[in-house]
């Protein structure tokens, strides 16, 4: 498959120079937290005396593909990392069959068997009964999971000197107890379905790094399995830390197979839209046991979270009618519809303590969508999206007192001055769930550019306190993004939300920027090169100008060239002033230092 | 030249389909604003009657580049539009040769004739004796000139309706007095030096449309004059408000020439850098008298504002040594060499009396350079930066007892909850002076993508009250911008601008944005596209999954198809709820004047 052709390219790459995955052990030598650690080159002051930089650690999404130790084989899977954690609470147990009736027909179907993944698990674990498999409920029973002790471990990571005598002193931030009383208090959560062990657990909440999702999916337009799982983890290794497949085309079912098997990642969907391709794209033949099957279908997958539209009620379609733009998801647009044509309440809202109980048996968090979220910033926080925010409060609580782990999705388009608002609101109505937000973008003039109008908002929000960003690419509104566009949304969101994480003042966010500034100032081109998110892109454009590699050596650049160079001034001012020869780097290290004690 | 090939390209060009460059007149004939007409076709309903779209009006940086019935020929230069507004005055008086030595050294030098503009004026105008040709003297004396006129039908543009009954009142907000009194109060300014009439006035003010800076100019090691001028045209036609050339290459004095002949923008310079190349980069050799000779060479020519960084002083120097990435501002870094070579006071700052008295005979606004602006997050807000934006804010006044007009220069790098705090500070110490800022660069971590860094921080300073956002683009810290380059950090700054303007609650930016999101829910693709800031991006994108004409129909996209469209969804669902066949139209007419109304 094409894939193997992308994991192949991978083995070889230098997408990432100067940088080698390690991981971090656990209490117990089965949490292995995975790292990637850049190595920086000694700055060499005027006497030829070498001062060194030490590694930097950055978090680390792409899973075993950047493993060079690992085979990847796609028929196969990733490594079941969670098996274990999850057989030791023995509060799950083995189906002796799919439970799902779709699951049964699909899997019977051989003339699947040239596109189905070769080894699905008939086998799949749901709760035993008067069981609760959840890290909420395990973090209310005061139980500190494997998967907890992963995610502390793993949000510290960006502190660098993991291995040294201050990792002890920075991880009383973010702590395995802190991380179980956050999850107890409804406040964060860790998406990992008992049937997704491959899963690499993280943790989305206020308090906690900002994460993104990407979203990829086929629509019945273009697109397919082979080039969806290409983007999945083409996502993945440039940073996205969760997965959406919005497929809505075909074999969708067993896409999701091929998807989840081999993503490290957590993966949302949305199985409304699952729903709506069995009864043929007729809204109006849609059933709650249509859905119903579809939950248990692919929660026996292990999709780790389902965006449920149970807020929007019948009564709120009329809300939009003074709307510029009506209904602008998908999944809103759909239950508003069969709302209104069978003039009943949404089967969603009806049934939502059914699907807490399907919800809780594997661990399948619910993200409460926001099928009324504005399309246009003329919508923006309109009665519409806030009387169906209200609603997600209610249903918050439902799934809290069902032992779900709970997500709140959010806008949308939102002018900047709208944003706070947005925070505020949901945080009060939904306790501090936390919040998952489509950018927001901030002005509908730009289609082609809407990464950009979209990080802007992103960065906003996330400052505020939201909790994971879903990235918008350059061809929303136009078209399917493809690789490129995907690599581009991922590395634009990456940035926004590092920007969020500065501004909430997350502990070692800034260590990447220090370090990438002070080789900036020592002229290391090739560290400034292996600190940059996307250090592909940077050495081209540099090289574009400079072409030879004597230049990545040179005391200035070609934005001003030598005699124009501030940085080269800067140093020989300090030369001047302290009358010694020495260079920056005794001063600079002292900044990175209080960096560290700043925000400690 | 290329540059000829460039505006010959534009000429047949369908870089924004569907528009016209009109003209609206102000009080006399020769005020003729220009703006650009976008024409939408109408909403087709079911029954196939068609509701009209009024056209928008968008705000035209582009000069008679974008005008038709123009023949451009950049040998003879732009029409000078505002060369009899001068003369009417009749403060100013023609020199009888330049003013410079170094303008009469090049101007005899035949070896320049074959790169120099061909109709040099040798015969500069420059201020009567006693007599003060500043719009910000004009303003303080309770004259509206034409160029305050101008500005004042030009900042209403995007209301649209300029001709019909509604303009009258819209422009209650920005009248011709409501201009002069910003002014007055040194709260705006209209760049605009007397040898430059060929400028079309703008203006610059926390109270008007945000405005973006494009810097464009040759290093030692890249570029020529050629390829400036066709980067500085692109620049405008794009949507640049200002262009600065910050040139250190060879033959600016030429480059320079060549620009603001052609240039309907105000033209920005750091003098400094070409006093610097005069003395062979040596900053020990700088001088006042070879300073102020470049004063009064590149007034002669017509530069509209110079950055001057008179703020750094001596003391400030040493605050630096705790920074992480020292000084980055080039002209900062070389008046603190200046200093410590010297052990003198920086000579911009002891002579700024005299700076300011040569500006004021030009009507060259003085844009007070941050000379200690942060290179880095770490560096942001500190000491050193601080000090010398008090500096500025003492400078502020003693260039207002000039009569000069006035800019401020800020950042930078800064982090999202630090950026605040810089205009707050900014306004008390300057007494609410246009700020004019350099992105700035939320995090440090994304070379290649710090036109997105910077948009973040743009917006969200642009929200705050900042007047002009200066680019970043993609090549920042790696290399200079090529022509694609330029285009997508002014397409960015547009988007960030604007993003600010609707933030500030601008009357009538919305009204840009709503007439595309109601295209986009009336499936009016065309309209989507002439609508977009870069129509030929949005067209592509749209072209890649969705290639035939006929595409450009449907009434659903690529990106969901057609079951899953939920703007169709919507139309279905309002059909459905008032039981009559009938669009969305009226709505979407109500809303936009919905729109206009909250505004006024």
Not at 149 to 155: K, L, M, S
Not at 293 to 303: F, H, P, R
């Given at each position: 498959m094409k894939n193997q052709s992308l994991t192949e390219q991978l083995k070889g790459s230098t997408l990432f120079p100067s940088s080698r995955k390690i991981y971090v052990e656990g209490s117990r030598p089965d949490i292995r937290v995975p790292m990637r650690e850049i190595?920086?080159?000694?700055?060499?002051?005027?006497?030829?005396?070498?001062?060194?930089?030490?590694?930097?650690?950055?978090?680390?999404?792409?899973?075993?593909?950047?493993?060079?130790?690992?085979?990847?084989?796609?028929?196969?899977?990733?490594?079941?990392?969670?098996?274990?954690?999850?057989?030791?609470?023995?509060?799950?147990?083995e189906r002796s069959n799919l439970s799902s009736e779709y699951g049964q027909i699909r899997q019977a179907d051989t003339k699947l068997d040239a596109i189905r993944y070769p080894n699905v698990n008939t086998r799949p674990?749901?709760?035993?009964?008067?069981?609760?498999?959840?890290?909420?409920?395990?973090?209310?029973?005061?139980?500190?999971?494997?998967?907890?002790?992963?995610?502390?471990?793993?949000?510290?990571?960006?502190?660098?000197?993991?291995?040294?005598?201050?990792?002890?002193?920075?991880?009383?931030?973010?702590?395995?107890?802190?991380?179980?009383?956050?999850?107890?208090?409804?406040?964060?959560?860790?998406?990992?379905?008992?049937?997704?062990?491959?899963?690499?657990?993280?943790?989305?909440?206020?308090?906690?790094?900002?994460?993104?999702?990407?979203?990829?999916?086929?629509?019945?337009?273009?697109?397919?399995?082979?080039?969806?799982?290409?983007?999945?983890?083409?996502?993945?290794?440039?940073?996205?830390?969760?997965?959406?497949?919005?497929?809505?085309?075909?074999?969708?079912?067993?896409?999701?197979?091929?998807?989840?098997?081999?993503s490290p990642v957590p993966i949302g969907t949305v199985p409304l839209y699952q729903a709506l391709e069995k009864v043929n794209g007729k809204v109006e033949d849609l059933t709650w046991e249509i859905y119903r099957d579809t939950l248990i279908e692919q929660a026996e997958q292990g999709v780790d979270y389902f965006t449920i539209h149970a807020g929007l009620l019948r009564d709120h379609v009329e809300l939009t009618n003074k709307?510029?733009?009506?209904?602008?998801?998908?999944?809103?647009?759909?239950?508003?519809?069969?709302?209104?044509?069978?003039?009943?309440?949404?089967?969603?809202?009806?049934?939502?303590?059914?699907?807490?109980?399907?919800?809780?048996?594997?661990?399948?968090?619910?993200?409460?969508?926001?099928?009324?979220?504005?399309?246009?910033?003329?919508?923006?926080?309109?009665?519409?999206?806030?009387?169906?925010l209200r609603v997600l409060g209610e249903l918050t609580h439902k799934a809290r007192a069902a032992h779900v782990q709970v997500l709140i999705e959010g806008p949308g388009h939102v002018p900047v001055h709208k944003i706070k608002e947005n925070v505020e609101l949901q945080q009060e109505v939904c306790d501090n769930a936390p919040f998952y937000v489509l950018g927001p973008l901030t002005t509908d003039i730009a289609p082609g550019y809407d990464h950009i109008t979209s990080a802007i908002g992103g960065a906003i929000i996330g400052a505020h306190g939201v909790a994971m960003l879903c990235y918008v690419t350059q061809k929303e509104h136009l078209g399917l993004p493809n690789r490129e566009d995907v690599k581009q949304a991922v590395i634009t969101y990456k940035l926004a939300a590092h920007a969020a994480d500065l501004a909430k003042g997350f502990p070692g966010a800034q260590l990447h920027d220090d370090a990438m500034s002070k080789a900036r100032f020592e002229f290391r081109w090739e560290d400034q090169f292996a600190l940059a998110l996307d250090p592909q892109t940077a050495i081209q454009f540099h090289d574009e100008t400079l072409p030879n590699d004597e230049n990545k050596k040179t005391h200035f650049c070609s934005m001003c060239g030598d005699n124009f160079c501030s940085m080269k001034s800067s140093h020989e001012i300090r030369n001047m002033k302290s009358g010694k020869q020495h260079g920056p780097c005794q001063h600079r290290n002292e900044a990175v230092e209080e960096t560290i004690n700043a925000q400690e």
């Amino acid at each position: 498959m094409k894939n193997q052709s992308l994991t192949e390219q991978l083995k070889g790459s230098t997408l990432f120079p100067s940088s080698r995955k390690i991981y971090v052990e656990g209490s117990r030598p089965d949490i292995r937290v995975p790292m990637r650690e850049i190595s920086l080159s000694p700055f060499t002051d005027k006497q030829g005396v070498n001062h060194p930089n030490e590694p930097i650690y950055v978090y680390d999404t792409s899973g075993v593909y950047t493993d060079p130790s690992y085979t990847i084989n796609i028929k196969e899977g990733l490594p079941k990392l969670r098996q274990q954690w999850i057989a030791e609470r023995a509060d799950v147990e083995e189906r002796s069959n799919l439970s799902s009736e779709y699951g049964q027909i699909r899997q019977a179907d051989t003339k699947l068997d040239a596109i189905r993944y070769p080894n699905v698990n008939t086998r799949p674990l749901r709760a035993k009964a008067d069981k609760v498999p959840t890290q909420y409920f395990y973090a209310k029973q005061g139980l500190i999971t494997p998967e907890m002790e992963y995610v502390a471990i793993r949000e510290n990571q960006n502190l660098g000197r993991m291995n040294e005598g201050r990792a002890t002193k920075i991880e009383s931030y973010i702590t395995p107890e802190f991380v179980r009383q956050e999850i107890a208090a409804g406040r964060a959560m860790i998406p990992c379905n008992i049937n997704h062990p491959e899963c690499e657990p993280m943790i989305i909440g206020s308090k906690f790094r900002v994460k993104i999702n990407a979203n990829i999916g086929n629509s019945a337009l273009s697109s397919g399995i082979q080039e969806e799982i290409d983007k999945a983890v083409w996502a993945m290794i440039w940073g996205s830390d969760t997965v959406m497949d919005l497929s809505t085309g075909d074999n969708i079912h067993e896409t999701r197979e091929w998807i989840i098997r081999n993503s490290p990642v957590p993966i949302g969907t949305v199985p409304l839209y699952q729903a709506l391709e069995k009864v043929n794209g007729k809204v109006e033949d849609l059933t709650w046991e249509i859905y119903r099957d579809t939950l248990i279908e692919q929660a026996e997958q292990g999709v780790d979270y389902f965006t449920i539209h149970a807020g929007l009620l019948r009564d709120h379609v009329e809300l939009t009618n003074k709307r510029m733009t009506g209904i602008v998801s998908r999944g809103g647009a759909i239950m508003a519809k069969w709302s209104m044509i069978h003039d009943q309440e949404n089967f969603l809202y009806t049934h939502f303590d059914e699907i807490c109980e399907i919800l809780a048996a594997y661990d399948v968090a619910v993200s409460l969508g926001d099928g009324l979220r504005p399309g246009s910033v003329y919508d923006a926080n309109d009665e519409a999206q806030f009387a169906e925010l209200r609603v997600l409060g209610e249903l918050t609580h439902k799934a809290r007192a069902a032992h779900v782990q709970v997500l709140i999705e959010g806008p949308g388009h939102v002018p900047v001055h709208k944003i706070k608002e947005n925070v505020e609101l949901q945080q009060e109505v939904c306790d501090n769930a936390p919040f998952y937000v489509l950018g927001p973008l901030t002005t509908d003039i730009a289609p082609g550019y809407d990464h950009i109008t979209s990080a802007i908002g992103g960065a906003i929000i996330g400052a505020h306190g939201v909790a994971m960003l879903c990235y918008v690419t350059q061809k929303e509104h136009l078209g399917l993004p493809n690789r490129e566009d995907v690599k581009q949304a991922v590395i634009t969101y990456k940035l926004a939300a590092h920007a969020a994480d500065l501004a909430k003042g997350f502990p070692g966010a800034q260590l990447h920027d220090d370090a990438m500034s002070k080789a900036r100032f020592e002229f290391r081109w090739e560290d400034q090169f292996a600190l940059a998110l996307d250090p592909q892109t940077a050495i081209q454009f540099h090289d574009e100008t400079l072409p030879n590699d004597e230049n990545k050596k040179t005391h200035f650049c070609s934005m001003c060239g030598d005699n124009f160079c501030s940085m080269k001034s800067s140093h020989e001012i300090r030369n001047m002033k302290s009358g010694k020869q020495h260079g920056p780097c005794q001063h600079r290290n002292e900044a990175v230092e209080e960096t560290i004690n700043a925000q400690e």
